[in-house]
């Protein structure tokens, strides 16, 4: 057994500093924990930078020229979602229960945010580059979207919607 001053100290961390070191250990492990259920259980996604563009001449060119939803069959849509100071084009789009749509949005002028009230949707819009995110829609409402990221004095004005209509019919 070894008795140096050493080993009786642990290596030579004080006491308090040793539990100080295990309670961060144990943080970082509970993060991870945590990002990881979010990940894969809730399925939380990372927003891609799925191609980029010409912020210069994006508003000019397909799809962006016509910015808006598409229908693509089965209760899958697209929207393609342009930024500029001081709106989203466009500002409403209007979808059934039970639609997945994967949204598309660019910048043409400054970094703007574009928050997805109520859903997992969260990113940066970047000027040049296109993200990508998608959500699937289960409950009818009115989902506002809004600018998170400090776009200029007209920034507070900067918002739109997604309304999720029931079904004909329905209740």
Not at 75 to 94: C, F, K, M
Request: charged residues 20%; negative net charge; glycine residues 10%.
């Amino acid at each position: 057994m070894n008795d140096s001053p050493a080993a009786r100290k642990g290596l030579g961390a004080d006491p308090y500093e040793r539990r100080w070191m295990i309670v961060s250990l144990v943080l970082l492990i509970a993060f991870m924990v945590t990002v990881t259920i979010a990940g894969f259980a809730l399925g939380f996604q990372v927003p891609g930078d799925e191609s980029r563009v010409d912020p210069r001449t994006v508003a000019d060119s397909p799809p962006w020229s016509e910015p808006g939803l598409r229908d693509l069959g089965n209760g899958e849509y697209v929207a393609y979602v342009l930024s500029r100071q001081y709106l989203y084009d466009p500002n409403t789009i209007t979808v059934p229960v039970g639609a997945t749509v994967t949204f598309y949005v660019t910048s043409t002028d400054v970094q703007h945010g574009f928050k997805l009230q109520d859903t997992n949707v969260n990113m940066q819009v970047v000027p040049g580059e296109v993200s990508k995110l998608t959500v699937e829609f289960d409950e009818p409402g009115e989902y506002k979207y809004i600018c998170n990221e400090f776009c200029g004095i007209g920034h507070a004005a900067m918002f739109g919607r997604v309304i999720v209509e029931a079904e004909a019919g329905g209740s």
